[in-house]
């Protein structure tokens, strides 16, 4: 049983460049989430998502796309990357039917240079 | 949702009960109370939630009072592994919640040996 699985763990972009944060879980949970969490504090929500082809933005959507084309995935995209968006992000998901419990993924650690 | 309020940070010593309180004085009465703590650098882990009546699982007790204005959660004997920062959450679920998972600022607990 995977759960929530992130890809890559870490990543070093230079300004300006673009790259996509994968997550995928196999729970067939229906919300999916993306945080990001700067050092020494605490998690701000980015996007989320209730069901396959649906998102709506989170605290700091600023910077950042996303897409729900399949239950399983809910990739993030950084376009233009820039020093302030480095941090940890992490993917969560969860669903109705597990109280609502949410499993977090083990994060991907970006740094922007 | 409510806004929670928890203290920056706490102290217990190892084997004791650690109590944890968080202020929610403005849930509505659809509103669960929800508990998740963050090991460091780590995704944040699901502990206990509750409605109206006192909760027990492997990991904690969760006490809500009478007029739910506040709740606590229990760590009967902590350990060092214990130490984290914990969230309390309050959520509303089912008709009308948009599901919008977000996290406060949390307690740091530190267990002391």
């Known amino acids: 049983n995977a759960g929530v699985t992130q890809t890559p763990k870490f990543r070093i972009l230079k300004i300006g460049q673009s790259m996509t944060l994968q997550c995928t879980q196999d729970?067939?949970?229906?919300?999916m989430y993306w945080y990001r969490q700067d050092p020494g504090m605490g998690l701000k929500l980015i996007y989320y998502?209730?069901?396959?082809?649906?998102?709506d933005k989170g605290e700091v959507p600023n910077g950042y796309n996303v897409s729900r084309s399949t239950t399983e995935d809910f990739p993030l995209r950084l376009e233009l990357a820039a020093p302030s968006q480095t941090s940890v992000y992490f993917c969560a998901s969860t669903a109705i039917g597990t109280a609502f419990e949410a499993f977090f993924g083990q994060g991907t650690r970006l740094t922007v240079v | 949702d409510a806004k929670t309020t928890q203290p920056t940070s706490m102290d217990c010593a190892e084997g004791r009960a650690a109590n944890l309180p968080c202020n929610h004085s403005t849930i509505s009465g659809n509103e669960y109370v929800y508990w998740y703590r963050q090991i460091h650098s780590q995704g944040p882990q699901y502990i206990i939630h509750g409605l109206k009546n006192n909760e027990t699982n492997e990991m904690a007790s969760l006490i809500i009072t009478e007029d739910r204005k506040s709740s606590t959660l229990i760590l009967p004997h902590a350990t060092l592994r214990d130490t984290a920062v914990y969230y309390c959450i309050a959520l509303t679920l089912g008709g009308g919640s948009n599901y919008k998972l977000t996290f406060g600022k949390g307690t740091l607990l530190t267990v002391n040996p």
């Open positions: 998502s209730v069901g396959a082809g649906i998102t």
């Open positions: 729970m067939n949970h229906n919300y």
